[in-house]
Every structure is written in C-alpha cells, then in structure tokens.
C-alpha cells in the first residue's frame, strides 16, 4: 500500500505541482494518514479522496464537508462533538449533518457492519448524539434570494411587477407561506359562503359584498373612536412623534431655548438622537420637546452648524402646536361621516315608505340580516388582511431592492421594465452586483492596470471576516479604494433608506494578497507573506478570478472595463489557481 500511494501521488504531482511542497506530503505517503479540509488546496483534498476511495488510507482527518459533499464510506467514523466550528463560533450539528458523518461507517461489499465511535471528551454529549440520529432529517431549504440580478432578469423576462410577484410567491423558498395563505384562502370563502347563506334564508338579495363595506365601515368607525385624543398631553405627544424627523431642530424644555439637531429616531419609539449646539449628543424623550422648527435640513456634515445659525438669526419659523378641541373636532367629523354611509349601506336613510309598507318590511329583514352577518364578514376580513399581509412579506425583499435599483437608474419603477443600464447589470453574476456596477458605470474599472482592477475586485470578493496579512498597499491602490468606498457609502445609504441590510465592508488585507498575486508573486511566497491558509487563499482568489471574468463579459456595453478586466483575470487565474480539475 505504501508504494501504490506513492505511485499514485506521483502521478499526481505531475499535473499538480504545487502539492509536493505540502507540509504532509511525506506523512501522507509512509503512513496512510491525511487531514481534509477547507484550509487545504482544492488538488490536494482531490488527491486525499482518491486515495481514501482507493482503500490506501488508514485514517483521515476531516471536517464534516467530507460527510456531506465526498461520497466515499469508511469502515469507522469517529466523533470528537456534537459540535460544529463556524466563523462566528460554534454551533450544534444538524440532524442531517450528523446522519451524513455517520452514515459513511460500513463500506458496501467490504464491511458486513460500520462502527460509528464517539469519542470520550470535555466537549462530548452522548444524549445530543442520540437524539440527533433519532431525529427526523432537515427540511430542504430553498437558496432562493431577493437578489438584484434576480429581480432584473425576472423583470425583463416577464414584463411586469405582478407576473413576477407570482412566480416570486409560488417559488419553493415560500411554500410553507403558500400554505398559509391557501388554508386563509378557505376560511376566507367559508366564511363568504355563511354569509351568502345567511343572507339568502333572510330573503335578502344583498350581495356578499355588501357585509364586506359595512364590516369594513364599522371597523373604520371604531378605530376612530379607539384612537381619538382624550387629553391635550395624548394630542401632543401624537403631533410631535409625527413632526419631529431628523433633520429638523428642536427645542428642549417649556421655554426651548436648548436647541437639538435631530439626526434619528429609534424604533419607531419615542426616542430621538441629535447633535446639541456645543457638538455633543443627546438622546431624549419627546416629552421633552417644546418646540419644533419647520425647516428640515439634509443630513450633511456642516448641517447642525447652519441649522443653529438660521434659529438664532431669528430666521427659524416654529410650527404651530395643535388644540384638543381642533383634534376631536377632526374625528368628530370622520365618525359623523362614517355613521351616513353606514346608515345608507344598511338600508336606513334608503327612502323606504311607511312601517306597514311591504317594501319597507322587506327592507327591514335586509338591515337585519346585513347586520347579523357582520362577525362573518369580520372572520372574512380578516382572514383577507392576513393573505396580503403574508403576500406582502414575501414580496417585500424584491419590492425593496426594485426602489433602489430605480433609484440609480437600472429600472424604471413606474413603468415596470429594466433600463438598458440594468440589462447589463443583469448579467453580471457576482457577489454585490449594485456596487460593481456603480463602479463600472462611473468609470473606476477603465482607468487601472490589471494589478490594481484584481486587487479591486478581491476587496469585494473576498469575505469581510478573513485576514490576508496586512500587506502593503500602493497609493494608486489607496485612491482606488478610497473612490470605491464612497461608491459603497452611496449605495449602503439607498439600502439603508429601504431597509435592506447594506453589505459588509470591503476587504483592504484581500486586495494587498490579489494585487502581489497578479504582479507575479510565487504562490508559496505568498502563503508565506500573508500567513493564510492555502484553502482560503485559493477561493479568494479563485472568486476574485470569476468576478473579473463576469467583467470582461461586458465588451458592448463598457469595453475599457472589459479589457481590463480580462487582463486582471489572466494575472490572477494562474496557477495553482486555475487547475484542470
């Protein structure tokens, strides 16, 4: 066995170099012990797995990927926890995990049993092992995402918000909220049909409609009457958390002589934060606010100094506080309106004759029924208002990311179709679309060589949490970022005022590795210089080389960029990154 693994990692060498300088190289070969996982070269794992599904390892050393992606068994899996390490710290195993590790003890043909070994430790637990292999397997879980790219090609493909809402509710990633909204969708028409029963037996020919406007009246009227202001403290207190935005100044206290420059609201709360004149914060309560200024100020970085200014001119204008009796006034009218359209929907103020008229009675027996109806036309409504609500929330992701994309100019949300700027951004299949996009729109990619385009585009591929080694960056390289950074601080504040989460920041350390990768550093040389595990340095630049090759995709629509890019790929996707495998 010795001799075939050293023929076989010979053979191997030979199309994969870099390998032979593995640290393990020898202990692979003479004892039949290797180690797999993420922070190995892809041709190194490739050669583990050929050794292991040829029967020439003894042992191996993985990670639970092996379990879940390698399909090769073992004759014993041995478990050291329950546990599984991420970026963010540990997490238990999955009941699919744990049953894909386990599930490769017993070689078929070879083994008549498979031994699964749980390892005596401090971190052990036996009775979590046990109810995991008990457990019934995970659910599939959809990848399907609100992304850019998807929105844009769905768009263009489909022609309308409404063909793409459908396809976007009826997708795999939703069917437990279809499910929701069909079983609404029964109660809704049961309760529909009661009502039309109802209605027929009374000798009523009211349509199902008509208990639908009353509910829908009534339920108007007494969210009114429940909201209206008893007191002149409740009138404030609503005037102000609907005045007071940031942007705009305020005075603290009775006299308000203390001015605060809002610049947020927590929450949705009845807290704010601003800037007081002296430049130190302030969080307060609405309660404390005694006065509230008209004008509201973009939030730019001299913007609390000129705001102050203009109050202290005298140039400020307050906004007028309102009455309690201007508040129930308000609402006094909307009820008073509410009460005619209920009374002329149920029939009252219909013109019906005297009380022994036929019509009349007739009329009567309708009211009657119509009202009798109502907790079935509420059951209705509301079985309707959580449809939407749940169709809502599954359309809500796209719906946000449709307004920033028109908000830079890829679609036009009026009209509902893809600009020519966002059909080739749609084909861009990358991680962050929107600011690479932006970035290429405002010529950032045109103007650099290859070195500092790979260095570009490694700081976005790359992910956030991953250290490359703090290698020096050129100024070149420093002013690119700097301008790309501002490209990403525009497009975080779209996102953030749609609320999407903005995308992490980029990685300088990715974009020091990539820029002496493309330069023509040896691969060992820069394993050496940034300290990183090959793995992680092979993805990184494995991802940065297929972001720029999507790049250089664009010849018709920004041809500098694309040649550009095509040169960056070149650099970086050398070897051992670009592998025959």
């Given at each position: 066995?010795?001799?075939?693994?050293?023929?076989?990692m010979r053979?191997?060498?030979?199309?994969?170099?870099?390998i032979?300088?593995?640290?393990?190289?020898e202990?692979?070969?003479?004892?039949?012990?290797?180690?797999?996982h993420?922070?190995?070269?892809?041709?190194?794992k490739l050669?583990?797995?050929?050794?292991?599904?040829?029967?020439?390892?003894?042992?191996?050393?993985?990670?639970?990927?092996v379990?879940?992606?390698?399909?090769?068994?073992a004759r014993?899996?041995?478990?050291?926890s329950?546990?599984a390490r991420?970026g963010r710290?540990?997490?238990?195993?999955?009941?699919?995990?744990?049953?894909?590790?386990?599930?490769r003890?017993?070689?078929r043909?070879?083994?008549?049993?498979g031994?699964?070994?749980?390892?005596?430790g401090?971190?052990q637990n036996?009775?979590?092992?046990?109810?995991?292999?008990?457990?019934e397997?995970?659910p599939?879980?959809?990848?399907f995402?609100a992304?850019?790219?998807t929105?844009?090609?769905?768009?263009?493909?489909y022609?309308?918000?409404?063909h793409?809402?459908?396809?976007?509710?009826r997708?795999?990633?939703?069917?437990?909220?279809?499910?929701?909204?069909?079983r609404?969708?029964r109660?809704?028409?049961?309760?529909?049909q009661?009502?039309?029963?109802?209605l027929q037996?009374a000798?009523s020919?009211?349509?199902?409609?008509a208990?639908?406007?009353?509910?829908?009246?009534?339920?108007a009227?007494?969210r009114?009457?429940?909201?209206?202001p008893?007191?002149?403290a409740?009138?404030?207190?609503?005037?102000?958390?609907?005045m007071?935005?940031?942007?705009?100044?305020v005075?603290?206290g009775?006299n308000g002589?203390?001015?605060v420059f809002?610049?947020?609201?927590?929450?949705g709360g009845g807290?704010?934060?601003g800037?007081?004149?002296?430049g130190r914060?302030?969080?307060?309560?609405?309660?404390?606010?005694?006065?509230?200024y008209?004008q509201?100020y973009?939030?730019?970085?001299?913007?609390?100094?000129?705001?102050?200014?203009e109050?202290r001119?005298?140039?400020?204008?307050l906004?007028?506080e309102?009455?309690?009796?201007?508040?129930?006034?308000?609402?006094?009218?909307?009820?008073?309106?509410?009460?005619?359209?209920?009374?002329?929907?149920?029939?009252?103020t219909?013109?019906?004759?005297?009380?022994?008229?036929?019509s009349?009675?007739?009329?009567?027996?309708?009211e009657?029924?119509?009202?009798?109806?109502?907790?079935?036309?509420?059951?209705?409504?509301?079985?309707?208002?959580?449809?939407e609500?749940l169709r809502?929330e599954?359309?809500?992701p796209?719906?946000?990311?449709?307004?920033?994309?028109a908000?830079?100019?890829?679609?036009?949300?009026?009209a509902e179709?893809?600009t020519?700027?966002?059909?080739?951004?749609?084909?861009?299949?990358?991680?962050?679309?929107?600011?690479v996009g932006?970035a290429?729109?405002?010529?950032?990619?045109?103007?650099?060589d290859?070195?500092?385009?790979a260095?570009l585009?490694?700081?976005?591929?790359?992910?956030?949490?991953r250290?490359?080694?703090?290698?020096?960056l050129?100024?070149?390289?420093?002013?690119?970022?700097?301008?790309?950074e501002?490209?990403?601080?525009?497009?975080?504040t779209?996102?953030?005022?749609?609320?999407?989460?903005?995308?992490?920041?980029?990685n300088?350390?990715?974009?020091?590795?990539?820029?002496?990768?493309?330069?023509?550093m040896?691969?060992?040389?820069?394993v050496q210089?940034?300290?990183?595990e090959?793995?992680?340095?092979?993805?990184?630049?494995?991802r940065?080389?297929?972001s720029?090759?999507?790049i250089?995709?664009?010849?018709e629509s920004?041809?500098?960029?694309?040649?550009?890019?095509?040169?960056?790929?070149e650099a970086?996707l050398?070897?051992?990154?670009?592998?025959?495998?």
């Amino acid at each position: 066995r010795h001799e075939r693994r050293r023929e076989l990692m010979r053979h191997f060498v030979e199309r994969h170099p870099e390998i032979k300088k593995h640290k393990h190289f020898e202990m692979l070969v003479r004892g039949g012990v290797a180690s797999h996982h993420a922070g190995h070269l892809p041709a190194w794992k490739l050669a583990i797995e050929q050794l292991m599904s040829a029967g020439l390892l003894d042992a191996i050393f993985a990670t639970m990927t092996v379990a879940a992606g390698v399909d090769f068994p073992a004759r014993t899996v041995v478990l050291t926890s329950a546990d599984a390490r991420t970026g963010r710290g540990w997490r238990s195993l999955t009941a699919s995990e744990l049953q894909q590790m386990t599930g490769r003890a017993g070689r078929r043909g070879r083994d008549r049993v498979g031994f699964v070994v749980a390892a005596p430790g401090a971190h052990q637990n036996p009775p979590q092992l046990a109810a995991l292999l008990r457990a019934e397997p995970d659910p599939l879980e959809s990848q399907f995402r609100a992304t850019y790219t998807t929105l844009l090609n769905l768009l263009d493909a489909y022609g309308d918000f409404a063909h793409v809402r459908e396809i976007v509710e009826r997708s795999f990633a939703h069917r437990e909220t279809l499910a929701k909204i069909a079983r609404l969708e029964r109660e809704r028409d049961a309760a529909e049909q009661r009502i039309k029963q109802q209605l027929q037996a009374a000798g009523s020919e009211l349509p199902v409609a008509a208990a639908r406007g009353l509910e829908r009246l009534v339920s108007a009227r007494q969210r009114l009457l429940g909201g209206a202001p008893q007191t002149r403290a409740e009138v404030l207190l609503n005037w102000l958390d609907e005045m007071i935005m940031p942007g705009r100044v305020v005075g603290i206290g009775r006299n308000g002589r203390r001015l605060v420059f809002v610049t947020s609201r927590r929450g949705g709360g009845g807290d704010l934060s601003g800037v007081r004149e002296d430049g130190r914060g302030a969080a307060l309560n609405l309660e404390r606010v005694g006065r509230i200024y008209e004008q509201v100020y973009p939030l730019a970085e001299d913007a609390a100094e000129t705001a102050f200014a203009e109050v202290r001119a005298g140039r400020g204008v307050l906004l007028r506080e309102p009455r309690l009796r201007d508040a129930r006034t308000e609402a006094d009218a909307a009820v008073s309106l509410l009460n005619d359209l209920i009374d002329e929907l149920s029939g009252v103020t219909n013109g019906i004759g005297p009380p022994d008229d036929e019509s009349a009675r007739r009329h009567s027996a309708g009211e009657q029924a119509l009202w009798s109806v109502l907790k079935e036309a509420e059951a209705g409504e509301r079985a309707g208002r959580r449809i939407e609500a749940l169709r809502a929330e599954v359309w809500r992701p796209f719906e946000q990311r449709a307004r920033v994309l028109a908000h830079f100019g890829y679609l036009d949300y009026a009209a509902e179709r893809v600009t020519a700027r966002g059909r080739w951004l749609a084909d861009l299949r990358l991680d962050r679309p929107l600011l690479v996009g932006e970035a290429i729109d405002r010529n950032l990619f045109a103007p650099l060589d290859a070195t500092r385009a790979a260095a570009l585009a490694a700081a976005l591929a790359a992910d956030a949490d991953r250290d490359y080694g703090e290698l020096q960056l050129d100024d070149a390289l420093v002013g690119a970022l700097a301008r790309f950074e501002q490209v990403a601080y525009e497009v975080a504040t779209a996102e953030w005022k749609e609320e999407i989460e903005p995308a992490p920041e980029i990685n300088f350390s990715a974009a020091g590795a990539a820029a002496r990768w493309a330069a023509g550093m040896k691969w060992e040389d820069l394993v050496q210089k940034t300290r990183a595990e090959e793995g992680d340095l092979f993805r990184m630049l494995s991802r940065t080389g297929e972001s720029l090759l999507q790049i250089s995709g664009l010849r018709e629509s920004h041809a500098a960029a694309a040649t550009v890019a095509a040169r960056a790929a070149e650099a970086i996707l050398r070897e051992p990154v670009r592998t025959n495998e």
